[in-house]
């Protein structure tokens, strides 16, 4: 029995890495298919339904370490992108289990895949998600198990992860290029769930959450907004690493100035301001091959027509990645509730965006930014705790094709 689950994991990591070099319907692709699927149904003649659990470096196979391989460095892999449980749990077909893969290479690249095939062939014996949630919970008589994210994927890893990145930094521990881009990753397969594409954003608790919550919600727009516009998985990716760490330069900045209720005095304006260029070298002095979120980092407060901040002493045109993450951080900033004014109006947000299309904003980037938000309103998540469960179910829905026209 051991000795089959081994066999299973093993083969089934060497088909993952060999999708990933292959494209679909290469020979050795089928192959490395084929040889998965049999591991299962060797699996499964001891088996029927057997269960996997991924804890950190552990291995849990039917309720008990999988010692022979411990370690094995997949187990983390496949948690960190929400599969912390597998469950085979019936007769597996080659297309259940095709979609499946299809899912782990997405999950683990962040290149999605979203053909006619995959869609109408979704697991029906391959059950997978987040381990503990909503656990003990009975399914309504009649309901029919689904595969995926649990209905229960929350941004509680995500959120305590972006606090940890701000808190290595301000104690000096240095910035985990890492963990950003598993943070990233993470969010963008919130945002492809399973079951149907979703624009998650927190709403703010406490001012002093800010800087977590808006770094977070400007990596999510920004992703959905180079989605939009049509760029690909990689751009799309570096994008959300930018929104991510658009603002860093702000754990320079004391909480008492971040969080001040009234105007700022001229020095504090000064340090805030400051925060676009202490970003900038936090991450070139980290992490060099970043230099398009230093760039986003340092230009992110620049508008169209010159003004802003830092000014340029050789007026030029801004990186496409900061316009567009210019964009999507005005929009949050403006809809959270900050100590110095109250939250605005999503419309009104919207408003604002059309009317500086051309000066402060890119007028292209600006005009796709109030589409998408009006296009995919339906596709908005409103996330008011930790713990929120996001709305993963119903019928599979794909992310709507961009419309032509403003």
Known sequence: MIESATRFLTSFAQTVSTMTLY???????????????????????????????????????????????????????LSSVGIQRLEFTGPVTRGDLEVFLYDVQARLTGVFVSTAEARQSRPTAIQYGIVGVREGARRPEGEERGSGPSVGYTLRDEIEAVDWLHGELKGDGGLHLLEAE????????????????LIPLLR????????????????????????????????????GISGLMHDLGKVTIPEDILNK??????????????????????????????????????????????????????????????????????????????????AWETGRVLELLDEGSGTEFDADLAQSFVRMMRQWEGQIADVHQEDDALPIGGPVVSAPAPREGP
């Open 23 to 77: 494209e679909e319907g290469h020979p050795a692709r089928e192959r490395a298919v084929d040889a998965v699927l049999e591991a299962i149904l060797r699996m499964q003649e001891e088996v029927p339904h057997p269960e996997f659990t991924f804890v950190g470096n552990e291995i849990i196979f039917q309720g008990r370490p999988l010692h022979s391989l411990r370690g094995w460095g997949w187990g983390p892999r």
């Open 182 to 197: 598993a943070i990233v990753r993470s969010l963008s397969v919130a945002m492809h769930g399973d079951q149907q594409f």
């Open 204 to 239: 703010l608790k406490r001012f002093d959450q800010y800087t977590t919550t808006h770094a977070m919600n400007v990596s999510v727009l920004a992703m959905a907004l180079a989605e939009f516009i049509g760029l690909g998985p990689k751009e799309v990716r570096a994008f």
């Open 261 to 342: 209720p009234g105007k700022l005095t001229d020095e504090e304006r000064a340090l805030m301001n400051n925060h676009t260029i202490a970003g900038a070298r936090i991450i070139l002095e980290t992490e060099k091959h970043l230099d398009l979120a230093a760039v986003v980092a340092y230009e992110h407060h620049i508008k169209i027509d010159g003004g802003g901040y830092p000014s340029l002493r050789f007026p030029r045109a801004c990186h496409q990645a900061s316009n567009l993450v210019h964009v999507c951080d005005v929009f949050d900033a403006l809809r959270t509730d900050r100590p110095y004014r109250g």
